[in-house]
């Protein structure tokens, strides 16, 4: 009867019963709640598994509510659970408004969602707006023949002569043209040949596109994470891209994609997408690999009616522990305009525990990283089992490789597998993660890098994660403070101030595996102090230190607050 009397108010005000929608800014300065909150990406065959299949599920997922909460998350991702080949692990959606049933049932998404949303937890589903699967029945049809009802639905084209219409190559090998001999024509995909692009230039397929946001909107979903929109539409005149010196991993020819991604009709597309968001109260998230700045600064619109968060790559792909290279990439991207979003990991990209730990130091190396993501202006997402120091497990022998284009590629691309390894909850077999064969096999080490085992060990990731997130949720300059570049001719040290009124905290990174000395002066930035109170630190030490002399141990993380 509540819960009724509730939906029929919230639905006047144009949300679903179950939405923890946002209805206005949090704070005095206009934020949204997007911009308070901490992201947490989930890949769903990954994170728990409930019935013992060894793929991950819904009910899985629901089950950990408690927690994520209790880690300190306030948005989920989940990757694509609708029904799928599983060809690309989801990203080959057969049906966009329905659960794939191996993740579970609608009924099992409604119910995580009130779940979620008792806790406070928004959900955020993924979009795969540039391509279907070639089982979804509009691919069904238009393939059926020239003349189907969603022919023009897909990217149709006859060749030249015998070859295929251009040189534009996929991104997962071969060429991006597929031949199809009952229609005598090819067919394009950037990505394999079962995820057939969709013709984004057809308003029917705009308007279906469209319809499926509104779909997940009604049912409460705070937003979307838009997969690959770099490459939602392609030059009518088909040109040849230019080809580039040397050879991919898949051995095909370097290419620039200056004829097949992001042309300018994206921006189109996203600002309608933005205006539909507008009206749920949405937020957009996009896979914004973009090159520079320059490039970023498009997909928040010209007059940020695009994007809210286009993802900051650039700031994964800093390819080694360097206070300078830090410090270059996050100076671009917060003065960029727009509301900054930080990525160290995700399912595409090896562990970040992998990319800097020196295979000596990585806890320290992982809980310096967590300090720094989870430190700056802008909204950290986070990957699921960063916060306990997960690394890779990659595939030795090409045979066991479940990712396609580890098995093209091999073995110069080993595919993803290595990222996308079960969750370590426990040291029980499989790491408690299902009682069945999981479907990728758990590295040793989850004996210790587990969650039940760090939770018990106050200087574990974990804790540190905890911590860091409990303080960036309480800490106004945290929240809301600008970002103020300390020492910047220091190589090894990355320090910096998050300055809010009267308040600032001060964060500092040793990024070196040598002990270092920095001293602060913070007059110039309004705080004319000697002292920080310690709110965080890897290192032992009193409630207060002394701006003048800090000493570091190697990889440690200093992070104090100072008032005027
Ligand atoms: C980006 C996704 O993150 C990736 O996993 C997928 O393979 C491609 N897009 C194609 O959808
Ligand atoms: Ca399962």
Redesign the pocket.
Known sequence: MFCKFVGLVLLVAGFCSTALAQTQAVDAEGHQWWQHAVFYEIYPRSFMDSNDDGIGDLKGIASKLDYLKSLGVDAIWI?PCYPSPQV??G??VSDYENIDPMYGTLADFDRLQQEASKRGIRIIMDF?M??TSDQHAWFLDSRSSRTAAKRDWYMWHDGKGSAPPNNWVST?GGSAWTWDAKTGQYFYHY?YPQ?PDLNWRNPAVHDAMFDVTRWWYKRGVAGFRL??VDTLFEDPGLHDNPVLPGKDKFGDPNEENLYNAKLPEVHVVLRDLRKVADENNAVLIG?TWTKDVSELKQYYGDHGDELQMPMDFMFAKVDRLSATEFRRQIAAVDSAGGWPVFVLS???IVRSSVRYGDGKNNRAIEKLMASLYLTLRGTPIMYYGEEIGMENNDPVRKEDVKDPIGRVGWPQEKG?DGERTPMQWDDSPNAGFTRGTPWLPVPLSYKTVNVASELKDPSSVLHAYRRLLALRHQNRALLDGDYVALNESDTNVLSYLRRYKNEAVLVVLNMSSQPQRVSFDLGPQGFAVQNASTLFTTMGGGSKVSLSHLSLQPFSVYVGAVSK
Do not use: I, L, P
């Open positions: 990757t690309d692990f990203y080959d795969v540039n391509h997962f990505f995820q997969d690959a896979e995700n399912h595409d993803r």
